[in-house]
Structures are given as structure tokens and as C-alpha cells.
């Protein structure tokens, strides 16, 4: 597998680009996990007040119970006990409610901001990049060919990548040269296309 250029600019160019795509991804990820323990800590609120509501709701329910042993009026006392009981529950409910939500935060906003920029590299820099490897890896293994066959395919992805202008500078038929087989035009093709791609001729 072939992952950089020969000629120096251009992997330098490779290097470049591949560090700060790693850098643009660790940097967006480093964001979404800092934003996550930056939501996390909004569960406070709601941890505050669901303890709240559990310890109102027991001092609650066992004032009622003392209530409740009150002779002939014992039930009467322990009705508004009994009530703010409830309103305690209520508390504990709005808590855990409230956690909930944060809990759902911190998972799909950190989630986003990672996966748009990332995305973002999976959709550009990355199919370019393994374009290029698949190319230069094809061309490295075709040094295995004979020198003709290779040079008139080399000429060939020449033909069929390279701007018209840059073709038509090297001949003013190339696609007939290439089908008559003329040998100058075919090795000016393939230096044509290996510069392309920044790879020297093997």
C-alpha cells in the first residue's frame, strides 16, 4: 500500500493535510466530551430535589403515622400529613424528571458536535485521500508489468483524469495516439500522470 508521494511538496502537502484532519477530529471530540461533563454537572438541580422529596415525603408519612394514633381524631390529623406527603412525592418525581432530561443532553448534544465535523472528514478529506492510496497503490504494483504495458496504462488513467488542456499539450490526437500506439505520446501520458500524483517513475 502506497500512502504518501514520492516528490517531497507533495507528501509534504499529504502529511499536512492527513495531520490536521486527525487534529480537526480530536479536537471536535475533545469538545463533545468537555460539553458532556459540562452538562453532567446540570444533574445537581435534580439529584437536590429529588432527595428533597424523598426525605419530605418520609417525615411526612411518619407524621402522619404519629397523627393517625390520635384517639377518635387520629385519621382527620393525618389527612394534611397524608397530603403533603404527596406534594413531596410530586417533588421526587419532578427530580428524577428533571435528570432525565439532563442524562438526554449530555448524550445527544456531545454526539452531535463530534459527529458533524467528523462527518464532515468522512465526506471529504477521507474519500479523497483513500482515492489517492488506491491510484498510487495500482500504479506501484503495475512496476511488475513491462515497461510498455505499464507506460500505455499509465496513459490510459491519463487520459481519463487529466485536464484536456494539459493533454492537449502533449499531443494534439492523445486519445488517437494512445489507440495507434504511438510510444512517445504514451510515455509523455505516463509522466504526465505520475506527476499528477506526485509519484516517480520505478
Known amino acids: 500500500m502506497k500512502l504518501y508521494a514520492d516528490r517531497p511538496v ?18 471536535w471530540v475533545n469538545a463533545a466530551l468537555e460539553l458532556r ?23 411526612m408519612d ?9 384517639p377518635l381524631a387520629g385519621e382527620s390529623l393525618a389527612v394534611p400529613f397524608t397530603n403533603m406527603s404527596e ?13 432525565e432530561t439532563v442524562a438526554s443532553l449530555a448524550t445527544t448534544l456531545p454526539l452531535l458536535v463530534a459527529a458533524v465535523p467528523v462527518l464532515l472528514v468522512a465526506t ?36 481519463t483524469t487529466a485536464p484536456p488542456a ?18 512517445a505520446t504514451l510515455d509523455r501520458l505516463a509522466a504526465l500522470e505520475l506527476r499528477r500524483m506526485g509519484l516517480k517513475a520505478r
Open 166 to 183: 494539459r493533454l492537449a499539450a502533449i499531443h494534439e490526437d492523445p486519445a488517437g495516439a494512445w489507440r495507434s500506439g504511438d510510444a
Open 62 to 70: 411518619k407524621a402522619a403515622e404519629q397523627a393517625s394514633k390520635v
Open 10 to 27: 507533495r507528501a509534504l502537502f499529504q502529511l499536512t493535510s492527513d495531520a490536521l484532519a486527525v487534529l480537526w477530529v480530536y479536537l
Open 87 to 99: 406534594t413531596g412525592e410530586s417533588l421526587t418525581a419532578a427530580g428524577d424528571s428533571f435528570r
Open 124 to 159: 471529504t478529506w477521507l474519500p479523497a485521500r483513500a482515492r489517492w492510496i488506491a491510484r498510487a497503490s495500482a500504479v506501484r504494483r503495475s512496476g511488475g508489468m513491462s515497461p510498455e504495458a505499464r507506460a500505455r496504462l499509465l496513459a490510459l488513467r491519463a487520459l
Open 37 to 59: 461533563e459540562i452538562i453532567n454537572r446540570l444533574d445537581r438541580p435534580g439529584e437536590l430535589m429529588r432527595s428533597t422529596g424523598q426525605g419530605f415525603s418520609e417525615h
